[in-house]
């Protein structure tokens, strides 16, 4: 049953704090979750300690988004009065410059909500002008992404509250929006007192606007998981073909093994499959989903259905990387350099 009281959140976040214990590999993304219910049961202190143990030195798993987690650390902590400490992450957070959307989105809407309108302007400008760049001359920037597209959106709603004149990033995030209703009217600062009018036209129309932006709430939510083709790190791999030699037939090395995976995810691409991404496996992860499964990790047919579940439980990394950004395959070098070196 969805929780409703917050009784309810607590309830859901010491299940999901239960279940991160019996699943290891899964900890960071359950335990995220856990600290949201608590947020919303009124427990941010002990949302808190969840966010703290994921970015502890010595935890079991080192954090695979430790940015993101320090931003929504930030922003809870503002909350419930840690306004100097919420700062200094923050501020921490936009000197990474992370290539992930996700934690400027946060620190700017956290900085919006505590009515830090310019500062909130300039966090989603920066990550514009890092993930987003405009080309010289002010022409047009390019195609953002599904991911950059809230820093769009947020900037667009900020400067209008602000009272700035549209730029390009601005007539952007209004050619994208698919909203029924103009981000100029969703955004528009006096919207408040329409609902406290007696005219019946205002009321309706300001009814209107708030179901075209739960109509938006609503898309954003039901994006389906990526469409995630499996990768192994070589330590896993061999691991995986020592334990299972049969499985050499599908995996003959692992530089086949990468080729394939880019390979696979440019024809998924080329026949205009949308939302592509790439989950990491583990053995001891897939010896348990074959378990699971009731069936044998020999089983190569398991092998696609591991990758969708992965990719259900939040672990996928969108396909392509940013421009800038690490290749996926863990070589440490850029994307443009490695796999993505002779992409079209």
Known sequence: MRPDTPADHIA???????????????????????????????????????????????????????????????????????????????????????????????????????????????????????????????????????????????????????GAEHDAWDALADEISSSPVPLDELHDPKRIWSLGSDNPAELRAEISRIQAELGSYREALSRPFPVAVLHWPTTELTELLTAYPSLESEYPSHEAHLSTIEASLRELSASGTPNLGIVTGTVPSYEAFAASEGAQPTDVSLLPQYATTLAARGRAVGWPPEAGAACWCGSGNTYAGCHGSDQA
């Open 12 to 162: 859901e976040a010491e299940r999901l704090e239960r279940t991160a214990g019996l699943y290891p590999e899964d900890t960071e993304h359950l335990l995220l979750q856990a600290a949201a219910h608590l947020e919303l049961a009124g427990e941010r202190d002990r949302a808190t300690t969840l966010y703290d143990r994921l970015l502890a030195p010595d935890a079991p798993q080192r954090a695979s988004a430790p940015t993101l987690i320090r931003a929504l650390k930030a922003s809870n902590l503002w909350e419930y009065g840690h306004e100097a400490e919420a700062r200094a992450i923050i501020d921490g957070v936009r000197a990474a410059a992370p290539r992930d959307p996700a934690p400027w989105v946060i620190a700017a809407e956290s900085l919006e909500s505590h009515d830090e309108l310019a500062q909130a302007q300039e966090t989603f400008t920066e990550a514009l002008e890092l993930l987003l760049p405009q080309p010289a001359g002010e022409g047009t920037p390019p195609a953002p992404s599904y991911e950059q597209r809230p820093l769009l959106f947020g900037r667009h709603r900020v400067r209008r509250l602000l």
